[in-house]
């Protein structure tokens, strides 16, 4: 059964000590995208406890990033390492993350994701978010973002 894991997890708040596994693992998978240290340690100072880092015997092996702005809140970045993914990491840390929204009264949750990441729109939407607009020019090489949004009823 590909959910279970035997594995003890562990969630908690990002500290500027796991900068080196983070960079890691978003080179790995964002590869010309990934944020460097800079924008990592940018983002912990804009989200504070809203990054939050899932750990594996002591590693790290995921992490989400997510920002309370005025009018809706915001996801910055979310990553499972290639060998840890369909384990329900990713629907965990987003759990954490939404839980810790919910606390400050979120309104609505937004995200863009490159049109053509079809593993992470297929996460975001089975776990309700909705494609809302596409944004053109979104990347650095002219890629096509897709806006997405979870809306709660509160
Ligand atoms: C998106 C991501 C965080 C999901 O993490 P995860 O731990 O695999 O997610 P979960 O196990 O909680 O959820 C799995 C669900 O996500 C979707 N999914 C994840 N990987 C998928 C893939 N390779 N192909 C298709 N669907 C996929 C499916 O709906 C899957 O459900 P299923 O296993 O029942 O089919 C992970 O794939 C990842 O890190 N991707 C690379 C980084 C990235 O693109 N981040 C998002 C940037 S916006």
Known sequence: MKRESSQQIQLRKFKPSDLPQILKIEKDLFGVDAYNQTVILDG???AGE???VVQQ???IVGYITGFIEPSRDFIDNLAVKENFQRK??????LDSLLKYFSQK????VQLVVRENNLSAIN???KNS???IKLLKNCYPDGGTGILMQ???NE
Do not use: N
């Not at 329900?88 to 840390?93: A, I």
């Not at 009264?105 to 609505?108: C, D, I, L, Y």
């Open 57 to 59: 015997e002591g590693k």
């Open 88 to 93: 329900g990491l990713g629907k965990t840390l």
């Open 105 to 108: 009264g979120f309104k609505k």
């Open 50 to 52: 809203g990054f939050i």
């Open 150 to 152: 979870l809306k709660t």
């Open 129 to 131: 978010f909705k494609k």
């Open 123 to 125: 996460f975001y939407e």
């Open 44 to 46: 912990f100072k804009r």
